[in-house]
T-cell receptor, first 113, second 110 residues
Framework: EAGVAQSPRYKIIEKRQSVAFWCNPI?????LYWYQQILGQGPKLLIQ????????DSQLPKDRFSAERLKGVDSTLKIQPAKLEDSAVYLC???????????FGPGTRLTVL | GEDVEQSLFLSVREGDSSVINCTYT??????LYWYKQEPGAGLQLLTY?????DMKQDQRLTVLLNKKDKHLSLRIADTQTGDSAIYFC??????????FGSGTRLSIRP
């Protein structure tokens, strides 16, 4: 079974630029999560999707961050414009219906200069 | 509010047992998890425990849960160099949201 795929693995941009991350969850996983993991901290949930609907985006900075999962499969997370404090690893995870376990992708490491 | 705390570092000798401790705040948490993160990799679920259990053992791993004190621990028996990683404690809150601690970096001495 293929795992959660994310791209790119690394991204370096200057502040005020835009960036987008892509996630392909495990086939059949209806629930998809985006987390932000700042160096030295645990992952913090940004947004949770159930199929193509948003379940929880209470911690998503909506003035600059957006995410979509239009067809209920792949998802993209966008930051526009980026700030220095957005430097972090962005993790995508997915979960099968009725399962307790979230499966994590390798993450995208974003550096904002 | 919801919060999960753990110590930042732990150093043990190879072959000894490692014990990583965690405290959480949400008394209605249904599941508590231990994740492992190796450099450059995503998080891997090691084990989890239901909130109505006191202990769970899985090969070299033993999880102890003290609900009264909201304390969770992970014991790794016969610690090996491959166990070097960051270990995250996490709780599944009443809102079905997983809250992670800041992670404990485990290093192994020869």
């Amino acid at each position: 079974e293929a795992g959660v795929a994310q791209s790119p693995r690394y991204k370096i941009i200057e502040k005020r630029q835009s960036v987008a991350f892509w996630c392909n969850p495990i086939s059949g996983h209806a629930t998809l999560y985006w987390y932000q993991q700042i160096l030295g901290q645990g992952p913090k949930l940004l947004i949770q999707f159930q199929n193509n609907g948003v379940v929880d985006d209470s911690q998503l900075p909506k003035d600059r961050f957006s995410a979509e999962r239009l067809k209920g499969v792949d998802s993209t997370l966008k930051i526009q414009p980026a700030k220095l404090e957005d430097s972090a690893v962005y993790l995508c995870a997915s979960r099968a219906p009725g399962d307790n376990e979230q499966f994590f992708g390798p993450g995208t490491r974003l550096t904002v200069l | 509010g919801e919060d999960v705390e753990q110590s930042l570092f732990l150093s043990v000798r190879e072959g000894d047992s490692s014990v990583i401790n965690c405290t959480y705040t949400d008394s209605s948490s249904t599941y508590l998890y231990w994740y492992k993160q190796e450099p450059g990799a995503g998080l891997q679920l090691l084990t989890y425990i239901f909130s109505n259990m006191d202990m769970k053992q899985d090969q070299r791993l033993t999880v102890l849960l003290n609900k009264k004190d909201k304390h969770l621990s992970l014991r790794i028996a016969d610690t090996q160099t491959g166990d070097s990683a960051i270990y995250f404690c996490a709780e599944c809150s009443s809102a079905s949201k997983i809250i992670f601690g800041s992670g404990t970096r485990l290093s192994i001495r020869p």
